[in-house]
T-cell receptor, first 114, second 116 residues
Framework: ETGVTQTPRHLVMGMTNKKSLKCEQH?????MYWYKQSAKKPLELMFV???????ENNSVPSRFSPECPNSSHLFLHLHTLQPEDSALYLC?????????????FGPGTRLTVT | AQTVTQSQPEMSVQEAETVTLSCTYD???????LFWYKQPPSRQMILVIR??????QNATENRFSVNFQKAAKSFSLKISDSQLGDAAMYFC?????????????FGEGTQLTVNP
């Protein structure tokens, strides 16, 4: 248990569906991240929120829409996804103080797009 | 841009033996952090150990230790007295600093199998 939770753990959706992934951190951190983990590829950073403001969007398609309503919650809204979007989506949080920081990860949401 | 390379897609070790996982990275910075993360079948990413680049001493955490060679840009992980619970995917990560905060760059991972 790292203090970061994600729901749902598994999600199967059609290409025309709309769904949302939720992440919650109980660590008092001020930065949150979404990563995509596909088979045989390194983790890909998708979005970064610092103090509830989006500070990075790594050329992610608009069918992925993040939302950070407060420092403890992060959402990833999904719509009209493609089969190649099937992957494990990981949420992480950190406390951005000085140089010594660590990212704590949630258990991930396994997404399958049919 | 920083890159992280793990040249061993798979490794195996006998229980109670020692194994070393390799990682190299590329950077022009002089001050940075390096991490090893473990991802077991549960998919929960867990921090194993971290190394601060300005420290000469290699980090250790119980059975886990690193061999940090700054000039060679090498950061290997040694697992001593391997246990069945050590079986997992291991990721090396480099932490870089952006004006908006810090970012992690991950290697491709090494799948470790522990044989009883």
């Amino acid at each position: 248990e790292t203090g970061v939770t994600q729901t749902p753990r598994h999600l199967v959706m059609g290409m025309t569906n709309k769904k949302s992934l939720k992440c919650e951190q109980h660590l008092g951190h001020n930065a949150m991240y979404w990563y995509k983990q596909s088979a045989k590829k390194p983790l890909e950073l998708m979005f970064v929120y610092s103090l509830e403001e989006r500070v990075e969007n790594n050329s992610v398609p608009s069918r992925f829409s993040p939302e950070c309503p407060n420092s403890s919650h992060l959402f990833l809204h999904l719509h009209t996804l493609q089969p190649e979007d099937s992957a494990l989506y990981l949420c992480a949080s950190s406390q951005e103080v000085g140089l010594s920081y660590e990212q704590y990860f949630g258990p991930g949401t396994r997404l399958t797009v049919t | 841009a920083q890159t992280v390379t793990q040249s061993q897609p798979e490794m195996s070790v006998q229980e109670a033996e020692t194994v070393t996982l390799s990682c190299t990275y590329d950077t022009s910075e002089s001050d940075y952090y390096l991490f090893w993360y473990k991802q077991p079948p549960s998919r929960q990413m867990i921090l194993v150990i971290r190394q601060e680049a300005y420290k000469q001493q290699n980090a250790t955490e119980n059975r886990f230790s690193v061999n940090f060679q700054k000039a060679a840009k090498s950061f290997s992980l040694k697992i001593s007295d391997s246990q069945l619970g050590d079986a997992a995917m291991y990721f090396c990560a480099y932490r870089r600093w952006e004006t908006s905060g810090s970012r992690l760059t991950f290697g491709e991972g090494t799948q470790l199998t522990v044989n009883p």
